[in-house]
Structure formats: structure tokens, C-alpha cells
């Protein structure tokens, strides 16, 4: 699949869409109070990470929910969720190319 019929069927039109989309779904899934997406760094990490995030575990949960039910894309274990969550590049990647599952 090319990448313009992937952004369609996520309702983007850009790698950049998708990505600022992504930090909205986690600062909502994570309810973090006072956190803009635009000033979320896309290239650090948000679990665990430097970033205005402060995130655990525990929030991954959370935000793998809401990929299945915002994407339709599913993290199947701790390993994949820890791949794909390393920062907000390689979950767009995830997201991109994971096959659908049904929300």
C-alpha cells in the first residue's frame, strides 16, 4: 500500500497530521492537563521520556486502547508496544503499516 491511500484511510493527509493527531490521542487517553501537542518533541521519547509528557507504563495501556479504537491498529505485547512507542516517529510508522483490526 502506498503511503496516500494510508493517510486516507486514517483521515490524514500527511505524515505530519498523523503525528500531531498522535500526541492529541495520548495527551487525551493519558488526560494530561496543560500539555499543547505543538509542544510535545516528536523525536524524543514519551514513555519514560525527557519530554513534557511524563509518562509510565501504565499510560502505554492506555494509549494502546486508543490506537484500536481511534486507528484501528493493535499493540499485541509488551515488546510491540515498547517498539512502536519509542517516540512519535516510530508510532506514526506503527500505525502506518500495522494491519487493521476491527474497532
Same mark, same amino acid.
Given at each position: 500500500? @502506498?503511503?496516500? =491511500?494510508?493517510?486516507? !484511510? *486514517? +483521515?490524514? &493527509?500527511? /505524515?505530519?497530521? *498523523?503525528?500531531?493527531?498522535?500526541? !492529541? ?15 510535545? #518533541? ?7 521520556? #525527557?519530554?513534557?509528557?511524563?509518562? @509510565?507504563?501504565?499510560? %502505554? $495501556?492506555?494509549?494502546? $486502547? &486508543?490506537? /484500536?479504537? =481511534? ?5 499485541? +505485547?509488551?515488546?510491540?508496544? %515498547?517498539? &512502536? $512507542? =519509542? @517516540?512519535? +516517529?516510530?508510532? %506514526? @510508522?506503527?500505525?502506518? +503499516? ?6
Amino acid at each position: 500500500m @502506498d503511503l496516500e =491511500q494510508a493517510y486516507k !484511510e *486514517l +483521515n490524514v &493527509a500527511s /505524515r505530519d497530521e *498523523l503525528i500531531f493527531k498522535l500526541k !492529541e490521542l495520548v495527551i487525551k487517553a493519558c488526560e494530561i492537563k496543560d500539555v499543547d501537542p505543538k509542544d510535545v #518533541p516528536t523525536d524524543v521519547p514519551f514513555i519514560g521520556g #525527557p519530554g513534557p509528557l511524563k509518562l @509510565d507504563s501504565l499510560d %502505554a $495501556m492506555e494509549i494502546a $486502547m &486508543a490506537l /484500536r479504537y =481511534q486507528f484501528g491498529v493493535e499493540l499485541k +505485547n509488551a515488546s510491540s508496544a %515498547a517498539k &512502536a $512507542m =519509542q @517516540d512519535f +516517529n516510530t508510532l %506514526a @510508522d506503527f500505525v502506518i +503499516n500495522a494491519p487493521k483490526v476491527k474497532k
